[in-house]
């Protein structure tokens, strides 16, 4: 049979769903090896990042299932949410890649005073840094700021510069990714869609709909 067949749509829209899969269970699997490897403390961070990769496995598991048998009203459920998911994602996508360095200091700022003394702490040692832009030799002279820069005498760097060069890459990565599933997402829901009315030449024609 021809690609554009029933078939060849059956066939895509599975292949999809296994993608998203295999996506899913991605992040569950980073986000748990992350926090077992004490690589990131935030159990906010850790619950998001599982929680994302539980919703794609769902929503892909529901997509697989209504491919497979055909099922109307899981596919029409499954365009739903995967169009509201591409809307969603899609704008986020877009907002990480039109953020300047001037709002990502803002945010990084506001974020910087509303943690608490030992994140903060945690995040001096890791970043090898001290202080919080034009607060660095506050910081400095300190006795709170741990940072292995302190101890070899050395002026420390500023941890605002090492959160933007950070920040600024991951905003780069994150919207570029997120703009490439969004679009796939799209053809998610072309494909949900075409299947959904074409007929199952295996099947009784009269039984169709």
């Given at each position: 049979?021809?690609?554009?067949?029933?078939?060849?749509?059956?066939?895509?829209?599975?292949?999809?769903?296994?993608?998203?899969?295999?996506?899913?269970?991605?992040?569950?699997?980073?986000?748990?090896?992350?926090?077992?490897?004490?690589?990131?403390?935030?159990?906010?961070?850790?619950?998001?990042?599982?929680?994302?990769?539980?919703?794609?496995?769902?929503?892909?598991v529901a997509g697989l299932v209504g491919a497979v048998n055909h099922h109307q009203v899981?596919l029409f459920f499954y365009m739903i949410i995967l169009g509201l998911v591409f809307i969603?994602?899609?704008?986020?996508?877009?907002?990480?890649?039109?953020?300047?360095?001037?709002?990502?200091?803002?945010?990084?700022?506001?974020?910087?005073?509303?943690?608490s003394n030992n994140t903060r702490h945690e995040l001096e040692r890791s970043f090898d840094?001290?202080?919080?832009?034009?607060?660095?030799?506050?910081?400095?002279?300190?006795?709170?700021?741990?940072?292995?820069?302190?101890?070899?005498?050395?002026?420390?760097?500023?941890?605002?510069?090492?959160?933007?060069?950070?920040?600024?890459?991951?905003?780069?990565?994150?919207?570029?990714?997120?703009?490439?599933?969004?679009?796939?997402?799209?053809?998610?829901?072309?494909?949900?869609?075409?299947?959904?009315?074409?007929?199952?030449?295996?099947?009784?024609?009269?039984?169709?709909?």
């Amino acid at each position: 049979m021809v690609c554009g067949g029933f078939a060849c749509s059956k066939n895509a829209l599975c292949a999809l769903n296994v993608v998203y899969m295999l996506v899913g269970l991605l992040l569950i699997g980073v986000a748990a090896w992350g926090k077992g490897l004490g690589l990131v403390s935030s159990i906010h961070i850790i619950g998001g990042v599982i929680a994302v990769g539980v919703f794609l496995l769902l929503i892909a598991v529901a997509g697989l299932v209504g491919a497979v048998n055909h099922h109307q009203v899981l596919l029409f459920f499954y365009m739903i949410i995967l169009g509201l998911v591409f809307i969603f994602q899609f704008g986020i996508s877009c907002s990480c890649l039109a953020i300047n360095r001037s709002k990502q200091t803002d945010v990084i700022n506001a974020s910087w005073w509303v943690m608490s003394n030992n994140t903060r702490h945690e995040l001096e040692r890791s970043f090898d840094c001290c202080g919080l832009f034009n607060l660095t030799a506050l910081y400095q002279q300190e006795d709170t700021c741990n940072a292995m820069c302190k101890s070899r005498g050395s002026p420390c760097q500023m941890c605002g510069e090492k959160f933007l060069k950070h920040s600024d890459e991951a905003l780069k990565i994150l919207g570029g990714v997120g703009l490439f599933f969004s679009f796939t997402e799209i053809l998610g829901v072309w494909l949900a869609m075409r299947f959904r009315n074409q007929k199952d030449p295996r099947a009784n024609p009269s039984a169709f709909l």
